[in-house]
């Protein structure tokens, strides 16, 4: 385990659900991302929080809406997703301006119906 | 525009023998490359990392190397094992490209087979 825990694991939804996807992490880092992660495509950035605030939006459809609620939690929400939303959502966390240092949780395999 | 290439995409070996993957870059200017090992339906996890002035780098049966003036690192793996199946992602570092400081390759799959 690396000290990133995401929830659910596998998540089902249809276009018109609402769900969240959580983070925590326990390795007292101030830094916190999401990734998506597609079918033969490189990881792809979405979100980047340091110290709570969000640093950019990586031009990411507002369908999907993070918040962190502090430097250890992370959450996702996810609503009137798409087919091609479906992929592995990873989170990460590291200290603050240390992306490269990152560590990833186990991500949660998302299909869109 | 910063690009992470990775050969072969696939590769299947047998069990005990060595294999090496390939990355090509033209991150510039390049802070450090990392190697993750992913298993399938999981999260990264980080194998090595390696600054611009190091040339090689172990991690058990894991050895990466890198040549900063070709833009290119090896990964290679001794001894494989059925556990070692998994994709494999070379990613690079850019301190100065702003929002988004690392750059991904797509990964090679490797299956090690008995």
């Known amino acids: 385990e690396t000290g990133v825990t995401q929830t659910p694991r596998h998540l089902v939804m249809g276009m018109t659900n609402k769900k969240s996807l959580k983070c925590e992490q326990h390795?007292?880092?101030?830094?916190m991302y999401w990734y998506k992660q597609s079918a033969k495509k490189p990881l792809e950035l979405m979100f980047v929080y340091n110290f709570k605030e969000q640093t950019e939006n990586n031009s990411v459809p507002s369908r999907f809406s993070p918040e962190c609620p502090n430097s250890s939690h992370l959450f996702l929400h996810l609503h009137t997703l798409q087919p091609e939303d479906s992929a592995l959502y990873l989170c990460a966390s590291s200290q603050a301006h240390q992306q490269g240092k990152a560590f990833f949780g186990q991500g949660t395999r998302l299909t869109v119906v | 525009k910063n690009q992470v290439e990775q050969s072969p995409q696939s590769l299947i070996i047998l069990e005990g023998k060595n294999c090496t993957l390939q990355?090509?870059?033209?991150?510039?200017?390049?802070?450090?490359l990392r190697w993750y090992k992913q298993d399938t339906g999981r999260g990264p996890v980080s194998l090595t990392i390696?600054?611009?002035?190091?040339n090689t780098k172990s991690n058990g049966r894991y050895t990466a190397t890198l040549d900063a003036d070709t833009k290119q690192s090896s990964l290679h793996i001794t001894a494989s094992q059925l556990s070692d199946s998994a994709s494999y992602i070379c990613?690079?570092?850019?301190?100065?490209?702003?929002?988004?400081?690392?750059?991904f390759g797509k990964g090679t799959m490797l299956l090690v087979s008995p």
């Open positions: 990613v690079v570092r850019d301190p100065n490209s702003g929002y988004s400081t690392l750059t």
């Open positions: 990355c090509n870059y033209t991150v510039s200017p390049f802070s450090n």
């Open positions: 390696m600054t611009f002035s190091e």
């Open positions: 390795l007292g880092h101030n830094a």
